[in-house]
Structure formats: C-alpha cells, structure tokens
C-alpha cells in the first residue's frame, strides 16, 4: 500500500458526460501528478500539482483540467467525454524536489461507452 | 527535448538466468533517472534511482542499475531472475535544469519462465 488513494476504483460512463476522479496523497506529501495510461499511449503525464499550485503540464487536453485543493487532495475533471478517452488513470504524490520518487495510488479504470 | 527509450516491448528470461532491461534518455542537461514495476492491476512501485554519484545503484528486491553517461543509459539488471519478477517495467527521466516534467518509457514486459 503506497499511501496514495483514489476513488472512484471504477468508472463507466457515456460520450458526451464528464466525470471527476479524485486523490488524496501520502501524508506530507504536497505534490500530486496525474498520469493517463492507455495500451496504445503507454503512461502519459497530464499534470504536476504542488501545493495547490500547477506546477507542469504535460500531454494534457484542453476538456481535461485538474486541481489541487488547501487539504492538498486533487481532482482531474474530464469533460465531453469520448471512446478513447478510456484508460486507466493514475494519480501519485511525492516529497517535492525533483531527485524524489513517486507513489502511485492504485488508479481509476474509466470506460466510455 | 526530453525523451526515454525502452527499445524491447518485451524479454524473456528463464528463471535463475540474469536479465537486463534496456533504457536510453535524452535530456538537455543532467538527467535524474527513475526505474519503476507494475504488477497486474496495481499501481507503479518505484525501484531504483540515480541522482548523482556511484554508476551502480541498488535497489528493491534485488535489482540494481547502472548509468552510463557516455551512452546514455540506463540499464536494469539482476544477476538471478525470479518468477515473481514478471511484471511490466519502466524507465523514467527527469532533467535536473528544466521544470518538473517527468517522461516515463513506453514500458518493457518482463516474463520470467519457469
């Protein structure tokens, strides 16, 4: 158990609908990434968040967005959803300097239909 | 611009045999590099890292990697491969002068044969 949790576990939802995602990091952790894996795409990083402040972005699209809230849990909002924007979606957190791992929660499986 | 190979989508290794798995980066400056595991249906596990210091790093349950600055590298290796190692391994790379991106490898299977 890495520290990270996410909810929900499992999504399935239409085209067209939007859905949050949410994660809450390690204890003392202030960053929290978002990474997108799909089996054509591999792990893509979307987004770094670093104390309620975005801190990159990566291959982010503009129906996504994300953010980082006081408590320093996150959510990434996906909106206008569509097939493939199925995947697994990670969130993980570490102790912010660049020399720092990262744990990664277990992930939400979203499927569009 | 920053990027990571991992050149093999898959290796075979029979068991008790050594492995390797192959990693490549580029990064504008001096790189900080990262090794990570996952297993089916879980999350990433991080390995093994290099910031700076001795090529050889050791890390989780057994693995080692060495940096090689000439060639760009970053190989993952252990002497005596377990069944257990079977998973889905990556490479990752950050650039030590640039903003906090991090480039993760399309990711290498790894089948440990019995």
């Known amino acids: 158990d890495s520290g990270v949790t996410q909810t929900p576990k499992h999504l399935i939802t239409a085209t067209g609908q939007r859905v949050t995602l949410r994660c809450s990091p390690r204890?003392?952790?202030?960053?929290v990434y978002w990474y997108q894996q799909s089996l054509d795409q591999g792990l893509q990083f979307l987004i770094h968040?670093?104390?309620?402040?975005?801190?990159a972005k990566g291959n982010i699209l503009e129906r996504f967005s994300a953010q980082q809230f006081p408590d320093l849990h996150s959510e990434l909002n996906l909106s206008s959803l569509e097939l493939g924007d199925s995947a697994l979606y990670f969130c993980?957190?570490?102790?912010?300097?660049?020399?720092?791992?990262?744990?990664f929660g277990p992930g939400t499986r979203l499927t569009v239909l | 611009a920053q990027s990571v190979a991992q050149p093999e989508d898959q290796v075979n290794v029979a068991e008790g045999n050594p492995l390797t798995v192959k990693c490549t980066y580029s990064?504008?400056?001096?790189?900080?590099l990262f090794w990570y595991v996952q297993y089916p249906n879980r999350g990433l596990q991080f390995l093994l890292k290099?910031?700076?210091?001795?090529?050889l790093v050791k890390g989780s349950y057994g693995f080692e990697a060495e940096f090689n600055k000439s060639q760009t590298s970053f190989h993952l290796k252990k002497p005596s491969a377990l069944v257990s190692d079977s998973a889905l391994y990556f490479c990752?790379?950050?650039?030590?002068?640039?903003?906090?991106?991090?480039?993760f490898g399309k990711g290498t299977r790894l089948h440990i044969l019995p």
């Open positions: 993980a957190s570490s102790v912010e300097t660049r020399v720092n791992e990262q744990f």
């Open positions: 204890s003392g952790d202030l960053s």
């Open positions: 968040y670093y104390n309620g402040e975005e801190r």
């Open positions: 990064v504008s400056g001096n790189p900080y």
């Open positions: 290099y910031i700076t210091g001795d090529n």
């Open positions: 990752a790379v950050r650039d030590m002068n640039r903003d906090d991106k991090i480039i």
